[in-house]
């Protein structure tokens, strides 16, 4: 009986820690500049190892911050994986009549509970915004220029600039920063899940907007670093 509830609990809180893992892993990869739904199907997609398109998988490849996500995520997934297993195996030999049944039943009233917190949009949004302040806190996910957004010239390119709190940039309007003098252009910002296309020169930059812009990389970098 000491390990009547061994299963359920063990195998809850796996499949529940899983689900974190694979939203942070989704927010850092927005992070390296892939969109939001190829993110997450990015970041589902190699936690449960079923692998990615011939196009997906280059878009991985070929960046390094990305391929160090996916890398600990098929790390994380395995490991996830193989403790339920050995968690139900284990249960199965050891349980006797009743406790069988009563397992399962705590086990899908578990998933119940587990699927509402998952859902539920108040608690998503401060998981968002801790990791991402977590992550922008550390030299790794800095935003920088990817290569993966847009390079039509030698030297031009595309940033996404995430306003941190106490950011210079928050309470500036567009026309304050000066961009045309610099050859810089606001194609968007991305504000609470809304985007705002090709933004008028007085709109005013909040925390916590997302910028992406475009222009010489070397303006991009002075007139950006936070």
């Known amino acids: 009986m000491d390990g009547f509830f061994y299963f359920p609990f063990t195998t809850l809180l796996v499949i529940f820690t899983s689900f974190l893992i694979v939203r942070a892993s989704s927010i850092a990869l927005m992070m390296t500049g892939l969109d939001q739904k190829r993110s997450r199907f990015q970041a589902l997609s190699a936690f449960t190892g079923t692998g990615f398109t011939t196009k997906e998988a280059e878009l991985i490849v070929n960046n390094p911050r990305r391929r160090r996500i996916i890398i600990w995520l098929m790390i994380l997934g395995n490991a996830g994986i193989v403790t339920v297993i050995v968690t139900m195996t284990s249960t199965v030999v050891v349980s006797e009549g009743f406790q069988i049944p009563i397992n399962i039943v705590i086990l899908f009233l578990g998933l119940v509970v587990v699927y509402k917190i998952a859902t ?53 309007s567009l026309n304050d920063l000066k961009l045309s003098e610099k050859n810089l252009l606001v194609i968007g910002i991305e504000r609470n899940g809304e985007w705002i296309s090709v933004p008028k020169s007085d709109e005013v930059i909040k925390e916590n907007d997302r910028l992406v812009v475009y222009g010489p990389l070397n303006a991009l970098k002075s007139t950006f670093e936070q």
């Open 120 to 172: 539920h949009t108040g608690f998503l949004q401060r998981w968002d915004v801790f990791i991402e302040n977590r992550l922008l806190k550390t030299t790794n996910f800095e935003e920088e220029v990817t290569e993966g957004l847009l390079h039509l010239l030698e030297g031009y390119g595309l940033i996404r600039v995430i306003v941190k709190e106490d950011s210079i940039l928050s309470g500036t």
